[in-house]
Antibody, heavy 119, light 108 residues
Framework: EVQLVESGGGLVKPGGSLRLSCAAS????????MNWVRQAPGKGLEWVSS????????YYADSVKGRFTISRDNAKNSLYLQMNSLRAEDTAVYYC????????????WGQGTMVTVSS | EIVLTQSPATLSLSPGERATLSCRAS??????LAWYQQKPGQAPRLLIY???NRATGIPARFSGSGSGTDFTLTISSLEPEDFAVYYC??????????FGQGTKLEIK
């Protein structure tokens, strides 16, 4: 079964750091670009970051550039998001999502992990 | 940044009726538009990619059309499980990938 499972969310104070992980199974992880997408409580979806299959290409939303770092370990079938200098507006459910074969849509999503930034 | 505007914000229909959801882009995205369904407490699910291609396992009652700046998601005959929030998304001119604000399809 193709599956993505996120972990690492939690409660953190403003200015703090958190590292999210996404474990992939059921497909050849190293062949796919991967993404993080977030959703603030009661709000819509916001793309956060993307990384190509070999980590050659990395992109960030302006809202997180310079604070978040995406990475992957193809040997461990894992995707990561290092989040530093967290703000209240970063509070959201964070989803990892796989690029589909067309590279224009996200075809597989994890269940999400909640990040709450509050003092 | 390409802005996607979805309409209506809320659509109230009954099971068996036809649903038509719209997504308009601020500039051409060619055919690189996707549609997702999200139910409460769940992750989004890909329905349609490249404007008109159904994703794996998606029922034939879901169809997508359009190109350039105007796109439509049609559900031919609503089933009870179709009531959810629907988002469009583009990756034609990116980064960033952008999503519409969503259309809530609710039971009338």
């Amino acid at each position: 079964e193709v599956q993505l499972v996120e972990s690492g969310g939690g409660l953190v104070k403003p200015g703090g750091s958190l590292r999210l992980s996404c474990a992939a199974s059921g497909f050849t992880f190293s062949s796919y670009s991967m993404n993080w997408v977030r959703q603030a409580p009661g709000k819509g979806l916001e793309w956060v970051s993307s990384i190509s299959s070999s980590s050659s290409y990395i992109y960030y939303a302006d809202s997180v550039k310079g604070r978040f770092t995406i990475s992957r370990d193809n040997a461990k079938n894992s995707l990561y998001l290092q989040m530093n200098s967290l703000r209240a507006e970063d509070t959201a459910v964070y989803y990892c999502a796989r690029d589909g074969d067309s590279n224009t849509a996200f075809d597989i999503w994890g269940q999400g992990t909640m990040v709450t930034v509050s003092s | 940044e390409i802005v996607l505007t979805q309409s209506p914000a809320t659509l109230s229909l009954s099971p068996g009726e036809r649903a038509t959801l719209s997504c308009r882009a601020s500039q051409s995205v060619s055919s690189y538009l996707a549609w997702y369904q999200q139910k409460p407490g769940q992750a989004p699910r890909l329905l349609i990619y490249d404007a008109s291609n159904r994703a794996t396992g998606i029922p034939a009652r879901f169809s997508g059309s359009g190109s350039g700046t105007d796109f439509t998601l049609t559900i031919s005959s609503l089933e009870p499980e179709d009531f959810a929030v629907y988002y469009c998304q583009q990756r034609s001119n990116w980064p960033p990938a952008t999503f519409g604000q969503g259309t809530k399809l609710e039971i009338k």
